[in-house]
């Protein structure tokens, strides 16, 4: 085997890392260890100055960054273009609903073009589980490619902007916080990609609290709490993160109704004073208010749910950052 087919072969099991453990795609917080987390709150951490305002570099000057959004979304795609355009990127929003994916040309077809029109930078999201993966590893792997969500498999820029919120909300450290997630566990990328953050930077006490319905067979073999009462659940903790129910579950045998679940599983006032005093409530939005949490909570004051969206700005910043610092690396420039 020559030192190429072994570095391409590195690059397939490993294809978000450089040898020297420098961040090339952002496709999952799985397989990162502690000290890459830390150091992606830490530069995102960079950007807020004296006064905890986001400020503007040009770390991305000169580079076009492309947005592939293969499904909706309003505050993923926002905060990515807002963290692009703060780091001086030339921004192209692609409108997939009117490429040439839907004439019939191939994912793989679009993007070689795409990066013939000299991209440096894929944000991805798509419906489909691994998609992003497949172009690091398959298409188009010389572009750093941020993976905005995946299907049901990953969100990795909402695990780490909800880390960052805790690191900066908290009044412990992680490896003594208790953190409650709450809702479609099963069906949940931001879940799977949350309970591994957490994991990794040392959080011992991880519940999930969801009826059966909504819990993955074996969650139990990722180390959490299997709760399906609330109320048992969520004492005495320190982080409680609500998850939206999508509206097709609702009325399906999943789910009987919107306010049996709100009565069983919403996240109320009197829910939360079962917490640690000032605990945390979280959401990744969108919200569905009287359905997973009551506007007394989501607008109360140990909710940091706007602070989330400010501080997704911050790491989406930090992880496109270190992404093309990484590719450049990996190409010897």
Not at 26 to 32: A, I, M, P, Q, S
Not at 78 to 104: C, H, P, W, Y
Request: hydrophobic letters at 40%; aromatic letters at 6%.
């Amino acid at each position: 085997m020559t030192d190429v087919d072994a570095r391409l072969n590195a690059s397939l099991v490993r294809p978000q890392l450089n040898d020297d453990g420098a961040i090339r795609h952002f496709l999952g917080v799985e397989g990162l260890n502690k000290a890459q987390l830390e150091n992606i709150i830490t530069k995102a951490m960079s950007y807020f100055d004296q006064d905890g305002k986001l400020t503007n570099t040009e770390e991305l000057a000169g580079r076009t960054v492309m947005n592939l959004f293969f499904e909706p979304s309003t505050r993923t795609r926002m905060t990515f273009e807002a963290a692009q355009k703060r780091l001086g990127a030339n921004v192209l929003n692609i409108d997939i609903a009117r490429s040439s994916t839907t004439k019939g040309e191939s994912l793989r077809d679009t993007l070689w073009n795409l990066e013939a029109m000299s991209a440096d930078m894929f944000v991805v999201r798509h419906n489909a589980s691994g998609a992003a993966h497949f172009m690091a590893t398959q298409v188009t792997p010389n572009i750093a490619i941020i993976n905005a969500g995946d299907g049901w498999h990953a969100h990795p820029t909402q695990a780490m902007l909800d880390m960052l919120t805790i690191h900066r909300e908290a009044t412990k450290p992680f490896d003594e916080l208790s953190v409650a997630i709450i809702g479609d566990i099963k069906h949940s990328r931001v879940a799977r990609s949350d309970i591994s953050a957490l994991k990794t930077l040392g959080v011992k006490d991880i519940r999930v609290i969801a009826p059966r319905t909504l819990l993955p067979k074996g969650i139990e073999r990722y180390g959490v709490s299997v709760f399906e009462n609330i109320d048992e659940g969520v004492v005495d903790c320190d982080v409680l993160i609500g998850l939206r129910i999508q509206n097709e579950r609702i009325g399906s045998p999943l789910l009987a109704s919107s306010s049996e679940y709100f009565k069983a599983y919403g996240i109320t006032d009197e829910r939360v004073a079962k917490a640690r005093p000032n605990a945390l409530v979280m959401h990744p939005g969108p919200m569905n208010r009287g359905v997973e949490i009551a506007s007394s909570v989501a607008d109360g004051p140990q909710s940091v749910i706007l602070k989330q969206v400010n501080n997704g700005i911050a790491v989406r910043m930090a992880v496109m950052a270190l992404s093309v610092a990484g590719q450049d690396a990996y190409k010897g420039l």
